[in-house]
Protein backbone atom coordinates (compact mmCIF):
# COMPACT_ATOMS: atom_id res chain seq x y z
CA UNK A 1 0.00 0.00 0.00
CA UNK A 2 1.41 3.60 -0.99
CA UNK A 3 1.92 6.18 1.46
CA UNK A 4 -0.88 8.27 -0.25
CA UNK A 5 -3.43 5.57 -0.59
CA UNK A 6 -2.78 4.87 3.10
CA UNK A 7 -3.26 8.93 4.41
CA UNK A 8 -6.49 8.74 2.26
CA UNK A 9 -7.78 5.78 3.67
CA UNK A 10 -7.66 7.13 7.58
CA UNK A 11 -9.14 9.88 6.28
CA UNK A 12 -13.00 11.17 6.96
CA UNK A 13 -15.49 12.23 4.42
CA UNK A 14 -14.57 15.61 5.14
CA UNK A 15 -11.67 15.61 5.01
CA UNK A 16 -11.77 13.97 1.88
CA UNK A 17 -14.20 16.61 0.48
CA UNK A 18 -11.85 19.36 1.54
CA UNK A 19 -8.31 17.75 0.19
CA UNK A 20 -10.55 17.30 -3.14
CA UNK A 21 -11.89 21.24 -2.70
CA UNK A 22 -8.72 22.73 -2.64
CA UNK A 23 -7.22 20.53 -5.01
CA UNK A 24 -9.48 20.91 -7.86
CA UNK A 25 -9.39 25.04 -6.91
CA UNK A 26 -5.77 24.88 -7.80
CA UNK A 27 -6.60 22.98 -10.87
CA UNK A 28 -8.95 25.66 -12.53
CA UNK A 29 -6.65 28.32 -11.29
CA UNK A 30 -3.92 26.57 -13.99
CA UNK A 31 -6.46 26.23 -16.30
CA UNK A 32 -7.99 29.67 -15.87
CA UNK A 33 -4.28 30.49 -16.19
CA UNK A 34 -3.90 28.97 -19.90
CA UNK A 35 -7.29 29.82 -21.09
CA UNK A 36 -6.36 33.39 -20.48
CA UNK A 37 -3.57 33.22 -22.96
CA UNK A 38 -5.69 31.96 -25.93
CA UNK A 39 -6.59 35.16 -27.57
CA UNK A 40 -7.45 34.17 -30.99
CA UNK A 41 -10.60 34.09 -32.56
CA UNK A 42 -11.26 33.02 -36.11
CA UNK A 43 -12.91 30.70 -38.58
CA UNK A 44 -11.56 27.04 -38.35
CA UNK A 45 -10.88 24.25 -41.32
CA UNK A 46 -11.86 20.93 -39.65
CA UNK A 47 -10.73 17.75 -41.05
CA UNK A 48 -12.72 14.55 -39.76
CA UNK A 49 -10.69 11.31 -41.44
CA UNK A 50 -9.61 8.02 -40.32
CA UNK A 51 -11.29 4.52 -40.68
CA UNK A 52 -13.38 4.60 -37.92
CA UNK A 53 -16.81 5.34 -37.77
CA UNK A 54 -18.00 8.96 -37.07
CA UNK A 55 -16.58 10.99 -39.13
CA UNK A 56 -19.74 12.90 -40.72
CA UNK A 57 -21.52 12.02 -37.91
CA UNK A 58 -19.62 14.46 -35.66
CA UNK A 59 -19.79 16.73 -38.34
CA UNK A 60 -23.03 16.63 -38.32
CA UNK A 61 -23.00 17.58 -34.31
CA UNK A 62 -21.10 20.56 -35.50
CA UNK A 63 -24.11 21.30 -37.71
CA UNK A 64 -26.40 20.82 -35.05
CA UNK A 65 -24.30 22.98 -32.09
CA UNK A 66 -23.99 25.69 -34.76
CA UNK A 67 -27.83 25.76 -35.39
CA UNK A 68 -28.38 26.01 -31.52
CA UNK A 69 -26.17 28.73 -31.82
CA UNK A 70 -28.20 30.78 -34.30
CA UNK A 71 -25.42 30.47 -36.87
CA UNK A 72 -26.83 29.93 -40.29
CA UNK A 73 -24.77 26.29 -41.78
CA UNK A 74 -24.42 25.48 -45.34
CA UNK A 75 -24.18 21.40 -45.91
CA UNK A 76 -22.54 19.96 -49.82
CA UNK A 77 -22.64 16.04 -50.08
CA UNK A 78 -20.15 15.47 -52.29
CA UNK A 79 -20.76 11.51 -52.49
CA UNK A 80 -24.48 10.32 -50.70
CA UNK A 81 -27.08 12.01 -53.34
CA UNK A 82 -29.08 8.93 -53.57
CA UNK A 83 -29.16 8.34 -49.94
CA UNK A 84 -32.04 9.13 -47.60
CA UNK A 85 -30.28 9.81 -44.41
CA UNK A 86 -31.79 11.01 -41.02
CA UNK A 87 -29.29 14.07 -41.04
CA UNK A 88 -30.96 15.19 -44.17
CA UNK A 89 -34.89 14.97 -43.23
CA UNK A 90 -33.84 16.45 -39.53
CA UNK A 91 -32.07 19.44 -41.07
CA UNK A 92 -34.90 19.96 -43.56
CA UNK A 93 -36.43 21.12 -40.36
CA UNK A 94 -34.27 24.14 -40.39
CA UNK A 95 -34.22 25.72 -43.35
CA UNK A 96 -34.55 29.23 -42.73
CA UNK A 97 -30.99 28.21 -41.49
CA UNK A 98 -29.44 25.31 -43.34
CA UNK A 99 -28.74 25.12 -46.99
CA UNK A 100 -28.16 21.33 -47.78
CA UNK A 101 -26.63 19.89 -51.33
CA UNK A 102 -26.35 16.84 -52.13
CA UNK A 103 -24.38 16.90 -55.16
CA UNK A 104 -23.27 13.27 -55.79
CA UNK A 105 -24.36 9.94 -57.29
CA UNK A 106 -22.99 7.81 -54.75
CA UNK A 107 -19.83 6.31 -54.00
CA UNK A 108 -17.59 5.59 -56.66
CA UNK A 109 -17.97 1.73 -56.75
CA UNK A 110 -21.66 2.15 -57.09
CA UNK A 111 -21.82 4.48 -60.43
CA UNK A 112 -18.63 2.90 -61.95
CA UNK A 113 -18.22 5.93 -64.22
CA UNK A 114 -15.18 8.13 -63.48
CA UNK A 115 -16.18 11.18 -65.66
CA UNK A 116 -19.73 11.09 -64.54
CA UNK A 117 -17.84 11.19 -60.83
CA UNK A 118 -15.43 13.94 -61.82
CA UNK A 119 -18.22 15.72 -62.98
CA UNK A 120 -20.58 15.72 -59.84
CA UNK A 121 -17.35 16.10 -58.07
CA UNK A 122 -16.73 19.37 -59.69
CA UNK A 123 -20.14 20.35 -59.59
CA UNK A 124 -20.41 20.09 -55.83
CA UNK A 125 -17.03 22.24 -55.09
CA UNK A 126 -18.28 24.56 -57.05
CA UNK A 127 -21.47 24.94 -54.49
CA UNK A 128 -19.08 24.43 -52.27
CA UNK A 129 -17.32 27.89 -53.01
CA UNK A 130 -19.91 29.71 -53.55
CA UNK A 131 -21.39 28.76 -49.65
CA UNK A 132 -17.96 29.43 -48.74
CA UNK A 133 -17.41 32.80 -50.17
CA UNK A 134 -20.72 34.16 -49.18
CA UNK A 135 -21.93 36.12 -45.99
CA UNK A 136 -24.46 34.01 -45.14
CA UNK A 137 -23.23 31.14 -43.96
CA UNK A 138 -21.18 30.92 -40.63
CA UNK A 139 -20.50 27.23 -41.28
CA UNK A 140 -19.66 24.62 -44.53
CA UNK A 141 -20.12 21.17 -43.94
CA UNK A 142 -18.03 19.31 -46.94
CA UNK A 143 -19.15 15.69 -46.36
CA UNK A 144 -16.83 13.04 -47.86
CA UNK A 145 -14.63 15.79 -49.51
CA UNK A 146 -11.66 13.42 -48.64
CA UNK A 147 -13.32 10.80 -51.24
CA UNK A 148 -13.34 12.44 -54.17
CA UNK A 149 -9.74 13.59 -53.21
CA UNK A 150 -8.52 10.37 -52.66
CA UNK A 151 -9.78 9.66 -56.21
CA UNK A 152 -8.03 12.51 -57.97
CA UNK A 153 -11.39 13.95 -59.03
CA UNK A 154 -10.65 17.17 -57.76
CA UNK A 155 -7.00 18.63 -57.10
CA UNK A 156 -6.20 19.05 -53.26
CA UNK A 157 -3.53 22.00 -54.08
CA UNK A 158 -6.76 24.08 -55.75
CA UNK A 159 -8.81 22.76 -52.40
CA UNK A 160 -6.26 24.01 -50.11
CA UNK A 161 -5.79 27.25 -52.30
CA UNK A 162 -9.13 28.11 -51.83
CA UNK A 163 -9.70 27.88 -48.34
CA UNK A 164 -6.81 30.07 -47.75
CA UNK A 165 -8.41 33.27 -48.96
CA UNK A 166 -11.79 32.25 -47.12
CA UNK A 167 -13.09 34.64 -45.42
CA UNK A 168 -11.86 35.07 -41.58
CA UNK A 169 -14.90 34.06 -39.49
CA UNK A 170 -15.81 31.03 -41.81
CA UNK A 171 -15.66 27.92 -39.76
CA UNK A 172 -15.15 24.74 -42.90
CA UNK A 173 -15.25 21.22 -41.77
CA UNK A 174 -14.35 18.46 -43.98
CA UNK A 175 -14.76 14.81 -43.45
CA UNK A 176 -14.16 11.44 -45.53
CA UNK A 177 -11.03 8.74 -44.69
CA UNK A 178 -7.81 8.92 -46.32
CA UNK A 179 -7.41 12.53 -45.82
CA UNK A 180 -4.74 14.12 -48.18
CA UNK A 181 -1.52 15.32 -46.08
CA UNK A 182 -1.74 18.49 -47.80
CA UNK A 183 -5.23 19.09 -46.17
CA UNK A 184 -4.14 17.69 -42.99
CA UNK A 185 -0.63 19.87 -42.76
CA UNK A 186 -3.01 23.23 -43.57
CA UNK A 187 -6.12 22.59 -41.40
CA UNK A 188 -6.49 24.11 -37.66
CA UNK A 189 -8.06 21.00 -36.02
CA UNK A 190 -7.74 17.47 -37.50
CA UNK A 191 -9.32 14.16 -35.45
CA UNK A 192 -8.89 10.77 -36.84
CA UNK A 193 -11.39 8.42 -36.36
CA UNK A 194 -9.54 4.86 -35.35
CA UNK A 195 -11.53 1.44 -35.61
CA UNK A 196 -11.54 -0.46 -33.12
CA UNK A 197 -14.66 -2.95 -33.83
CA UNK A 198 -17.45 -2.71 -36.16
CA UNK A 199 -20.41 -5.04 -36.93
CA UNK A 200 -20.19 -5.23 -40.67
CA UNK A 201 -17.13 -7.38 -39.88
CA UNK A 202 -19.90 -9.86 -37.97
CA UNK A 203 -21.90 -9.58 -40.92
CA UNK A 204 -24.47 -6.84 -39.82
CA UNK A 205 -25.89 -4.55 -42.49
CA UNK A 206 -26.30 -1.01 -42.36
CA UNK A 207 -28.97 0.28 -39.60
CA UNK A 208 -30.93 3.14 -39.82
CA UNK A 209 -30.32 5.62 -37.22
CA UNK A 210 -26.64 4.35 -36.97
CA UNK A 211 -25.35 4.42 -40.70
CA UNK A 212 -27.95 6.50 -42.11
Do not use: C
Request: glycine share 8%.
Amino acid sequence: MSEKTRITDTMSEDELNARHAEKMKKKKAARDKIVATKTVEKGLVIVHTGKGKGKSTAAFGLVFRAIGNGMKVGVVQFVKGKWETGERAALDRFRDQVTITAMGDGFTWETQDRQRDIEAARQAWERAKAMIMDAEHDLVLLDELNIVLRYDYLDVNEIVTFLKQKPEMKHVVVTGRNAKDELIDFADLVTEMTMVKHPFRSGVKAQKGIEF
